[in-house]
């Protein structure tokens, strides 16, 4: 942020500001807005703070107010735009940033935002043209590679036109050499390898991604301040972390697998005991505690099958004419995949120790760049979509994740998923689920409305406002109560929701899901 005063009182504010201490800040704007109500300065970065801390409504209020008094300013003009976008007032948002760049032509924020704007609205040309602008005055400008890559890589899934990943591919090799600790155009790369069928190379990427993320400290530091700082979400990860490990060293057969330091697991004993008593706190584990538990000790892949992936004796025809001919879309497929498949998931999802992003409602998630990706996973994908190449057609897969949950808890809140096609399989055998009627899946024959962006209908806190809207339309749901090699493929912006759940309360007893997205 330009510096807009050079007072002792603004400096001192914006030191708080720059260091994060939002709060702190905000007191000093504010005691100068009750003193002077018009001053600029203060009514601008009061609208910042606001900003920052996801209040848009009100942040606009001040940014407008600021603008009153300085309308050529070219932050204020560029931040609105930012709130106003945040709000999906695209046309406002349009405005401001428009207004921001005849202010000041060679600055390439506005453009850069507008940019963004453009890629929300699904106009790609344009927003190619505004990266473009970006990067024309700032060349080492890396996060603008990056997602003109992803601008590429949408235009890719609707044409299907290769010379687009060949851009998105240059695109992201521009963003790493600007920006080589930055996890997110790896992880973007691995996708153009991936869709281009080099399945090696895309698995190489995707982990060079999660290397990356366990080893740089700004990162890294990032995922212990969101994950492991908070009280509702390092108790999921310890109970887990203890938990699994005490299943590998219970069955590791003598073998030093992991290598599973004395201190480190008694620690963690010590942690779970509290947490099982309800005494513990987040101050019961050090920063030390904290880097450990966050470590992935051992990730041996599954071994592949000798057979195919997907079970062929199912009647493939007709599992892909009953999706195709349902609306919404929507098929069950039982005994999903070979028997050998499903043992190694099993294997996988018990010894290997990748889980590491906590939800708050009890279930872990381990993703392609976060330990998941491997061959067998990634070949894993590739065989459903060809298995079921009516349904898939051209579709390539977008993301991967396993979820693993505390038999205890409740599971995923109702949400929708950013894809064409879903495809959700359970491996944990039926023995562990204590009601064969419940445990699977709620899946609402509605889609989220179309003015809504993605954090609207993909977020936990957004579930009373998914329910309001579920329960005006009367929109119904259909229960797939859980089985182990079961499998659900259906359109994945249907809402959707994890089934009561009532399974043994053990480690080997979780309920495990893979999902595959495809667009």
Not at 108 to 133: T, V, W
Not at 140 to 158: D, N
């Amino acid at each position: 942020m330009r510096k807009l005063n050079k007072t002792k009182l603004f400096n001192q504010a914006m030191k708080f500001h720059d260091e994060g201490k939002l709060d702190e800040a905000d007191q000093i704007y504010q005691s100068i807005l009750k003193n002077n109500p018009d001053n600029f300065v203060a009514n601008y970065f009061h609208g910042c703070v606001l900003s920052e801390k996801s209040q848009f409504q009100d942040a606009i209020k001040y940014l407008k107010k600021a603008l009153n008094f300085k309308p050529d300013n070219y932050e204020a003009n560029n931040n609105l735009g930012i709130a106003y976008r945040k709000l999906n007032d695209y046309r406002n948002a349009k405005e401001c940033f428009l207004k921001a760049i005849s202010i000041d032509e060679n600055n390439f924020r506005a453009y850069f935002n507008c940019a963004n704007l453009y890629f929300d609205e699904k106009k790609y040309d344009q927003a190619i043209e505004f990266f473009n602008k970006a990067i024309t005055h700032n060349d080492g400008f890396g996060e603008a590679y990056h997602l003109l890559g992803v601008t590429y890589q949408e235009q890719y899934k609707i044409d299907r036109n290769t010379e687009h990943l060949i851009k998105a591919d240059d695109c992201f090799k521009s963003a790493i050499m600007y920006n080589p600790s930055n996890p997110d155009p790896l992880s973007a790369l691995g996708k153009t390898f991936l869709w281009s069928g080099d399945i090696k190379e895309a698995n190489k990427l995707f982990k060079k991604v999660c290397s990356l993320k366990y080893s740089d400290k700004i990162i890294f530091s990032k995922y212990i301040e969101r994950y492991l700082s908070n009280k509702d979400l390092l108790p999921v990860l310890i109970k887990h972390e203890y938990e699994q490990l005490t299943f590998i060293k219970e069955n590791a057969n003598g073998a030093d697998f992991p290598k599973l330091e004395k201190k480190y697991y008694d620690e963690l004993k010590k942690l779970y005991s509290k947490i099982k008593n309800g005494d513990f706190k987040i101050e019961d584990v050090t920063h030390p505690m904290k880097i450990k538990i966050s470590q992935i000790l051992c990730n041996d892949p599954p071994k592949e099958p000798l057979t195919d992936f997907v079970n062929k004796k199912n009647d493939i025809n007709s599992l892909e004419s009953e999706y195709l001919s349902k609306v919404p879309e929507l098929v069950v497929i039982d005994n999903f995949l070979n028997e050998e498949v499903v043992t190694e998931l099993q294997k996988f999802c018990l010894n290997a120790n990748i889980f590491k992003y906590p939800y708050k409602n009890g279930y872990l998630g381990a993703f392609l760049s976060e330990g998941l990706s491997n061959e067998f996973v990634l070949k894993l994908s590739e065989d459903v979509r060809l298995t079921f190449k009516n349904i898939f057609k051209d579709l390539k897969l977008i993301q991967a994740w396993i979820y693993k949950y505390d038999n205890t808890e409740k599971g995923i809140s109702v949400h929708a998923d950013q894809a064409k096609v879903n495809l959700n399989f359970w491996i944990t055998p039926d023995q562990a689920n204590l009601d064969s009627t419940s445990g699977g899946l709620k899946i609402w024959n509605k889609f989220p409305p179309e003015d809504w962006g993605f954090d609207d209908y993909n977020s936990d806190s957004r579930a009373p406002e998914i329910n309001k809207f579920l329960s005006e339309n009367k929109a119904t749901n259909q229960i797939v109560p859980y089985r182990g090699n079961r499998a659900i493929l259906f359109n994945s912006k249907l809402l959707h929701a994890t089934d009561d759940l009532n399974f043994k309360d053990s480690h080997e007893d979780r309920r495990i899901n893979i999902t595959f997205l495809y667009d």
